[in-house]
């Protein structure tokens, strides 16, 4: 099982760029990182999910290098409105047997 | 509309007293799963089920029961609650092969 390691928690100003790094050293060759958003007193939606290079939305970008090990989630501009905690995630329920691990996650907070 | 649902969202209850939460899902989803959430800790797997009267244990499924009888609910039954379960629980469904999970609300249990 591939298990994760992001910042616990991370700052910005509405407007800026948000890159949030996830860790993720013995993922399977076959998984796919996927990501996760979660409002106060909702439960996570999934927001972006890639294998390789660069995966773009409508939510936000997602860049996983060549070996892998890691994954930049990218928020463009951000807002008052993505102030979350965001998970990163190392296979999903068909790929992992249905086990999961999805760790602590990073609390981004934006301000004014 | 497609939807996890859980019940009840709120429940403050006393030490040894058996409960039920309830989760159910109108997407015909084959993958359930159950999470508890608690500050610090991020989300950890208590129970998932693949498929009807398939079900296996997650990270921490100590004190916590499971059923899959029908496809579309799977109950989280605590025996014996004691206080440190009280937390925020999450129920989520996944279709075959996908790589999203679709969560419910949230149901925040107090043990006294």
């Known amino acids: 099982l591939a298990k994760t390691t992001q910042p616990i928690s991370m700052d910005s100003y509405e407007g800026q760029e948000v890159n949030i790094t996830c860790s993720h050293n013995?993922?399977?060759?076959?998984?796919?990182i996927t990501w996760y958003q979660q409002f106060p007193s909702q439960g996570p939606r999934f927001i972006i999910q890639?294998?390789?290079t660069k995966v773009t939305n409508e939510v936000a970008s997602l860049f996983i290098p060549a070996d892998r090990k890691s994954s930049t989630l990218s928020l463009p501009r951000v807002s008052l409105s993505d102030t979350a905690v965001y998970y990163c995630?190392?296979?999903?329920?068909?790929?992992?047997?249905?086990?999961?691990?999805f760790g602590q996650g990073t609390e981004l907070s934006v301000k004014p | 509309e497609a939807q996890v649902t859980q019940n009840p969202r709120y429940l403050i209850t006393v030490t040894g007293k058996k409960l039920t939460v309830t989760c159910s899902q109108n997407?015909?989803?084959?993958?359930m799963s159950w999470y508890r959430q608690d500050p610090g800790l991020g989300l950890r797997q208590i129970y998932y089920?693949?498929?009807?009267?398939?079900?296996d244990k997650g990270d921490v499924p100590e004190g916590y029961k499971v059923s899959r009888k029908e496809k579309r609910n799977f109950p989280l039954i605590l025996e014996s609650p004691s206080p440190n379960q009280t937390s925020l629980y999450f129920c989520?469904?996944?279709?075959?092969?996908?790589?999203?999970?679709?969560f419910g609300p949230g149901t925040r249990l107090t043990v006294t």
């Open positions: 989520a469904s996944s279709d075959r092969g996908s790589d999203e999970q679709y």
């Open positions: 013995n993922i399977a060759t076959n998984d796919y």
């Open positions: 890639g294998y390789k």
């Open positions: 995630l190392g296979g999903y329920p068909w790929s992992q047997g249905g086990k999961l691990i």
């Open positions: 997407m015909n989803h084959e993958y």
């Open positions: 089920s693949m498929n009807v009267e398939v079900t």
